[in-house]
T-cell receptor, first 112, second 113 residues
Framework: TQLLEQSPQFLSIQEGENLTVYCNSSSVFSSLQWYRQEPGEGPVLLVTVVTGGEVKKLKRLTFQFGDARKDSSLHITAAQPGDTGLYLCAGGRETSGSRLTFGEGTQLTVNP | NAGVTQTPKFRILKIGQSMTLQCTQDMNHNYMYWYRQDPGMGLKLIYYSVGAGITDKGEVPNGYNVSRSTTEDFPLRLELAAPSQTSVYFC????????????FGDGTRLSIL
């Protein structure tokens, strides 16, 4: 059972365009993390959100946690080729300790 | 800082062979994890450990074994390699607080032929 669904699975856009990636679940999570992974490397944390409705900004990236803490979104403004990578969302639960449930990922390609 | 170090980076095994994937971290983290990543499938938890001497199964533990004799090391053992175990394996470590990041190694790409 895939508890966290990400969409789209693949996204190819031109430099300067905006985009949004979604992470959805039917379950409530107590925290939600977004990671970015480049080829040949492990995922690296971008942000953690813990409060329903929370919005965090990281330069051109905006992350939002849904009010019900079942979904999250990542919005990138004016995408650049350096944003290319695999974006993974990961949810944590009170009952799971530090274990995370990962989504399948969104592969983003930003073309110059 | 080295962070999480995995060896080897690449390996090809024949069906039925055994091997150990090594993982060591220098951040004094209590929690360590092994994941596998298949194309389009995200990360699946194989085993995890909350401290030396304590290990537990994740989502996909069949065909694997782990041990945790020290805080730093968390090796993953494949006893009888099968083609279904062809994947990229990631080791990660973290502190106990769920909102803090998991720190990943660069992975071991394993092919079973």
């Amino acid at each position: 059972t895939q508890l966290l669904e990400q969409s789209p699975q693949f996204l190819s856009i031109q430099e300067g365009e905006n985009l949004t990636v979604y992470c959805n679940s039917s379950s409530v999570f107590s925290s939600l993390q977004w990671y970015r992974q480049e080829p040949g490397e492990g995922p690296v944390l971008l942000v953690t959100v813990v409060t329903g409705g929370e919005v965090k900004k990281l330069k051109r990236l905006t992350f939002q946690f849904g009010d019900a803490r079942k979904d999250s979104s990542l919005h990138i403004t004016a995408a650049q080729p350096g944003d290319t990578g695999l974006y993974l969302c990961a949810g944590g639960r009170e009952t799971s300790g530090s274990r995370l449930t990962f989504g399948e990922g969104t592969q983003l390609t930003v073309n110059p | 800082n080295a962070g999480v170090t995995q060896t080897p980076k690449f390996r090809i095994l024949k069906i039925g062979q055994s091997m150990t994937l090594q993982c060591t971290q220098d951040m004094n983290h209590n929690y360590m994890y092994w994941y596998r990543q298949d194309p389009g499938m995200g990360l699946k938890l194989i085993y995890y450990s909350v401290g030396a001497g304590i290990t537990d199964k994740g989502e996909v533990p069949n065909g694997y074994n782990v041990s945790r004799s020290t805080t730093e090391d968390f090796p993953l053992r494949l006893e009888l390699a099968a083609p279904s175990q062809t994947s990229v394996y990631f080791c990660a470590s973290s502190s106990p607080l769920r909102t803090l990041p998991q720190h990943f190694g660069d992975g071991t790409r394993l092919s079973i032929l």
